[in-house]
């Protein structure tokens, strides 16, 4: 982000960027600190959280998730190993992570011991089927796995979803890493425009965004990386 002020020794970010950030100069999308958001044992308190500050609950079901540092979730990770993915709990970029279904028993075993040495660092969850679009490879078009990052806006006019996302694709035959630093590559998403005539559907609100429109209040949906 900012080389003078986090690591002098790296290459990456611009210098002067914290200090132009403090003065309210420049804006930062994702301002730092929230990279809390990141921590994927924070995933599992999710529907926690949205009761707590909402009152409500989530529209979409979490997936579930074990965190390694309580003994019983760590039993069963340690039992079914072979069915899991297992994650560090700071980790990204699909490193440091395990797909039970696809690994070699030596990965296996790595893991187990690296679980059993620092249960706190980890967390598991089910194997997802994640859903395949046809992909250009190297014998013409063949099904790969691929995953969808929406992405959600929060400002003084309260909080918006972005009309499309990011769809990630995992290039390797059968890989269900999508990670771009593991391979994969993304894919165009196409946004189904809805009819700009009709303002109210189920009870809720529609607004337009960048020619889109998108309806507000009514039936809403809320990992592998």
Known sequence: L???VFRPDSALGVPGLIAAYA???????????????????I?????????????????????ETWRCREPQALKFVL????DVVVKLVDGSG????LVGPTASKQEIEDFRAALIAEPHRYIAQPTLALSTVPTMAQGGLSPRHVDFRPFVLSGAK??????????????????LVVNSSQGGGTKDSFVLM????????????????????????????GGTA
């Open 2 to 4: 900012d080389p003078l």
């Open 23 to 41: 003065a309210g100069n420049v804006a930062i999308m994702n301002a730092p600190g929230n990279g809390i958001a990141d921590d994927k044992a």
């Open 158 to 175: 309260g909080v918006q979803v972005v009309p499309g996302g990011l769809t990630r694709v995992a290039l390797k035959e059968g890989s």
């Open 43 to 63: 995933y599992s308190y999710m529907p926690d959280i949205v009761k707590f500050y909402s009152g409500g609950e989530c529209k979409l079901r979490n997936v």
């Open 194 to 221: 809805a009819d700009q005539s009709q303002r109210m559907n189920a009870g809720g609100m529609s607004q337009t965004m960048g020619g889109m429109t998108q309806t507000l209040g009514a039936q809403t949906s």
């Open 94 to 97: 699909g490193y440091g992570m």
């Open 79 to 82: 039992d079914n190993l072979e």
